[in-house]
C-alpha cells in the first residue's frame, strides 16, 4: 500500500484543497449537521473536519466516542452530549448558542446524525426557531451497502431504508410482514446477537427463495457484503463465527417476479412496440409504465425483449 507521501505532491495538493475549503462561507448562528465515519477513521470528509474545527462547540451522542474522533483529526473544538435520554433540553440549549451567533455542530456515533440516530428533534427546534441547517453529508452505512450489494439499478434505483428491526419475535414478524411486500429492496439494521433469530422469522415470512445481502463491518478491515437465499443464509451464519460478528447492515432484495409476460396485457405491448418506433427503450418503459401503472423494470425488461426481436437477435 502506497504512502501519502508516494504521491506526488500530496502535501501541496491538501494546502490547496484545505485552503480552497476553508475559503467557503461558513455561515454564524447555524446548525451543521455532520456526517461522521462509520468505521474507518479516513472517512471523514475535508469538509467536515474544517466545519468541526471551526464551530463553537460540538453537540455529540457520545462525547467520549466523538473525542477519540476529533483527537485523531486534531480538532479542539468543545463538546456537549445530546443523545436520545437530553434531546429535548440539548434542543434547547443549541437555540440559545444559535441566539448568541455561534456555530454548533451535531454529530451522532457514526455516520449520518438525525437518520436512525438522534438528532431529528434537534434539528426541528432550530428550524422552528429560525435558525440556519446545513448538513455536511459524509459516510451512510446504508448507502455503502446498497454500493457494494448491487441490489438497485439506474432503471429501478428505489429501495427503502426500515431501520432497526423490532426485538420481539411476534412484533418483528408483523414489521417484515409488512415492509417486504414493499416492491424495492428493504435495507434494514440489526444486532449480531438477534442475527439467527431474525434470518429465522424472514425465511418464515418471505420464504426460503427470498435473496437476502448480509453486509457486515463496512469500511473496516473485515467487511464482508455476501448475497445469499434466505434458506440458506443460516448455514452461511453458521459456517464460520465470524459471520455473525460485528456491526450489520441487512438488505431483503425485492421479491422475483414470475415472468414479465404473465403481468403484461396485449394492449400494453402493443403500445409499447408503437413507443419503440420514435424513443429510446427507456423512454418507451417510463411512458408506458405512466400509462399503463405497471412497474418500469418490468415494462424495461420487455420493451429490450422485443427490440431485440424486432432486430432479429
Same mark, same amino acid.
Given at each position: 500500500?502506497?504512502?501519502?507521501?508516494?504521491?506526488?505532491?500530496?502535501?501541496?495538493?491538501?494546502?490547496?484543497?484545505?485552503?480552497? *475549503?476553508?475559503?467557503?462561507?461558513?455561515?454564524?448562528?447555524?446548525?451543521?449537521?455532520?456526517?461522521?465515519?462509520?468505521?474507518?477513521?479516513?472517512?471523514?470528509?475535508?469538509?467536515?473536519?474544517?466545519?468541526?474545527?471551526?464551530?463553537?462547540?460540538?453537540?455529540?451522542?457520545?462525547?467520549?466516542?466523538?473525542?477519540?474522533?476529533?483527537?485523531?483529526?486534531?480538532?479542539?473544538?468543545?463538546?456537549?452530549?445530546?443523545?436520545?435520554?437530553?434531546?429535548?433540553?440539548?434542543?434547547?440549549?443549541?437555540?440559545?448558542?444559535?441566539?448568541?451567533?455561534?456555530?454548533?455542530?451535531?454529530?451522532?456515533?457514526?455516520?449520518?446524525?438525525?437518520?436512525?440516530?438522534?438528532?431529528?428533534?434537534?434539528?426541528?427546534?432550530?428550524?422552528?426557531?429560525?435558525?440556519?441547517?446545513?448538513?455536511?453529508?459524509?459516510?451512510?452505512?446504508?448507502?455503502?451497502?446498497?454500493?457494494?450489494? !448491487?441490489?438497485?439499478?439506474?432503471?429501478?434505483?428505489?429501495?427503502?431504508?426500515?431501520?432497526?428491526?423490532?426485538?420481539?419475535?411476534? +412484533?418483528?414478524? &408483523?414489521?417484515?410482514?409488512?415492509?417486504?411486500?414493499?416492491?424495492?429492496?428493504?435495507?434494514?439494521?440489526?444486532?449480531?446477537?438477534?442475527? +439467527?433469530?431474525?434470518? &429465522?422469522?424472514?425465511?418464515? *415470512?418471505?420464504?426460503?427463495?427470498?435473496?437476502?445481502?448480509?453486509?457486515?463491518?463496512?469500511? &473496516?478491515?473485515?467487511?464482508? *457484503?455476501?448475497?445469499?437465499? +434466505?434458506?440458506?443464509?443460516?448455514?452461511?451464519?453458521?459456517?464460520?463465527?465470524?459471520?455473525?460478528?460485528?456491526?450489520?447492515?441487512?438488505?431483503?432484495?425485492?421479491?422475483?417476479?414470475?415472468?414479465?409476460?404473465?403481468?403484461?396485457?396485449?394492449?400494453?405491448?402493443?403500445?409499447?412496440?408503437?413507443?419503440?418506433?420514435?424513443?429510446? *427503450?427507456?423512454?418507451?418503459?417510463?411512458? +408506458?409504465? &405512466?400509462?399503463? !401503472?405497471?412497474?418500469?423494470?418490468?415494462?424495461?425488461?420487455?420493451?429490450?425483449?422485443?427490440?431485440?426481436?424486432?432486430? !432479429?437477435?
Amino acid at each position: 500500500m502506497s504512502e501519502m507521501s508516494d504521491f506526488p505532491d500530496s502535501q501541496a495538493t491538501w494546502k490547496r484543497l484545505t485552503e480552497r *475549503v476553508g475559503g467557503q462561507h461558513w455561515p454564524a448562528a447555524c446548525l451543521y449537521v455532520v456526517a461522521t465515519p462509520i468505521g474507518n477513521l479516513g472517512d471523514l470528509s475535508l469538509r467536515a473536519w474544517q466545519t468541526l474545527a471551526r464551530c463553537d462547540v460540538i453537540a455529540a451522542e457520545d462525547t467520549r466516542a466523538s473525542r477519540a474522533l476529533l483527537d485523531a483529526w486534531g480538532v479542539a473544538t468543545p463538546l456537549m452530549a445530546a443523545h436520545r435520554h437530553n434531546e429535548a433540553a440539548a434542543a434547547q440549549a443549541i437555540v440559545g448558542r444559535l441566539a448568541a451567533g455561534e456555530r454548533v455542530a451535531l454529530v451522532s456515533d457514526a455516520g449520518a446524525p438525525a437518520v436512525s440516530d438522534p438528532g431529528a428533534r434537534i434539528v426541528r427546534a432550530v428550524r422552528d426557531a429560525g435558525y440556519a441547517v446545513i448538513a455536511i453529508p459524509g459516510a451512510s452505512a446504508v448507502i455503502t451497502a446498497l454500493m457494494a450489494s !448491487g441490489v438497485t439499478s439506474d432503471e429501478n434505483p428505489a429501495f427503502v431504508f426500515a431501520g432497526f428491526m423490532p426485538a420481539k419475535a411476534g +412484533a418483528r414478524q &408483523k414489521w417484515l410482514q409488512r415492509w417486504c411486500a414493499v416492491p424495492a429492496p428493504i435495507v434494514m439494521f440489526e444486532s449480531p446477537h438477534r442475527l +439467527a433469530a431474525a434470518v &429465522k422469522d424472514l425465511v418464515q *415470512v418471505c420464504g426460503p427463495e427470498r435473496m437476502l445481502t448480509f453486509a457486515r463491518e463496512l469500511t &473496516k478491515r473485515f467487511e464482508q *457484503v455476501h448475497t445469499v437465499r +434466505a434458506g440458506a443464509a443460516a448455514d452461511w451464519l453458521a459456517q464460520d463465527a465470524h459471520h455473525a460478528q460485528g456491526e450489520f447492515v441487512l438488505i431483503v432484495h425485492e421479491a422475483e417476479r414470475e415472468t414479465v409476460h404473465e403481468e403484461i396485457d396485449p394492449g400494453t405491448s402493443v403500445l409499447l412496440d408503437a413507443l419503440l418506433e420514435h424513443m429510446s *427503450v427507456r423512454d418507451a418503459a417510463r411512458v +408506458a409504465a &405512466k400509462v399503463s !401503472g405497471l412497474p418500469r423494470d418490468v415494462l424495461y425488461a420487455l420493451a429490450l425483449a422485443r427490440q431485440d426481436s424486432a432486430q !432479429g437477435h
